[in-house]
């Protein structure tokens, strides 16, 4: 059974930092394409970033500069630090694997993160 289970969301004041983290289980993790994605109320779930089997990342545009993702195989894990972060990344954060080749897609349950002060 395949499982993404997203931790580290939560309630921080814009400027501040906080750390996504993505557990994977019952896939072979070096072989999927990890990503974030986040989705708020009434807009369409976007993509946030990405981390290939070898390492290289895509960021969106909004994001560059000040979020980055990171993958850990030892652990199965896939993280996002997240700095500066401002009002506008409010919203639901889901983790994504993606097995290119057999083309299998798999989403985590979403983890809330609120800027606010």
């Known amino acids: 059974q395949v499982q993404l289970v997203e931790s580290g969301g939560g309630l921080v004041q814009p400027g501040g930092s906080l750390r996504l983290s993505c557990a994977a289980s019952?896939?072979?993790?070096?072989?999927?394409?990890m990503g974030w994605y986040r989705q708020s109320p009434g807009n369409q779930r976007e993509l946030v970033a990405n981390?290939?089997?070898?390492?290289?990342?895509v960021y969106a545009d909004s994001v560059k500069g000040r979020f980055s993702i990171s993958r850990d195989s030892a652990k199965n894990t896939v993280y996002l630090q997240m700095n500066s972060l401002k009002p506008e990344d409010t919203a639901v954060y889901y983790c994504?694997?993606?097995?290119?080749?057999?083309?299998?897609?798999?989403w985590g349950q979403g983890t809330q993160v609120t800027v606010s002060s």
């Open positions: 994504k694997a993606r097995q290119i080749v057999l083309n299998l897609v798999y």
């Open positions: 981390i290939s089997i070898d390492s290289s990342t």
């Open positions: 019952g896939i072979i993790f070096n072989r999927y394409v």
